[in-house]
Nanobody
């Protein structure tokens, strides 16, 4: 397994969590990275993405202003800081490495996935 997520858990609405993704293969330096999520009975959806340098980010409208994606290239990690969590944020969150240097909202542009980490937000 190359991408390993951590940091998920069960929280109350309004709380914060920080997800971490470690690239054990240390091959993501020139790739865009991102986070997707999948709730029960729903399709996997884009949450946030960051380009190869960390200088460009984009977010799903549903999380703008609440979530922040970042990366530390030196240790091949990507983070997702999630604030003001809502019950509708409940899902399995997946780290993604993109085929290219820039992120995409399209799952077909993902080169590899992590195993996922569960985030549960109760009201």
């Amino acid at each position: 397994v190359q991408l390993v997520e951590s940091g998920g858990g069960s929280v109350q609405a309004g709380d914060s969590l920080k997800l971490s993704c470690a690239d054990s293969g240390r091959t993501s330096t020139n790739n865009g990275m991102g986070w997707f999520r999948q709730a029960p009975g729903k399709e996997r959806e884009f949450v946030a993405g960051i380009n190869w340098s960390g200088g460009m980010t984009n977010y799903a409208d549903s999380v703008k202003g609440r979530f922040t994606i970042s990366r530390r290239k030196a240790d091949h990690r990507v983070y997702l800081q999630m604030n003001s969590l809502k019950p509708e944020d409940t899902a399995v969150y997946y780290c993604a490495k993109f085929l290219r240097a820039y992120p995409s909202t399209n799952t077909a542009e993902v080169r590899s996935w992590g195993q996922g980490t569960q985030v549960t937000v109760s009201s």
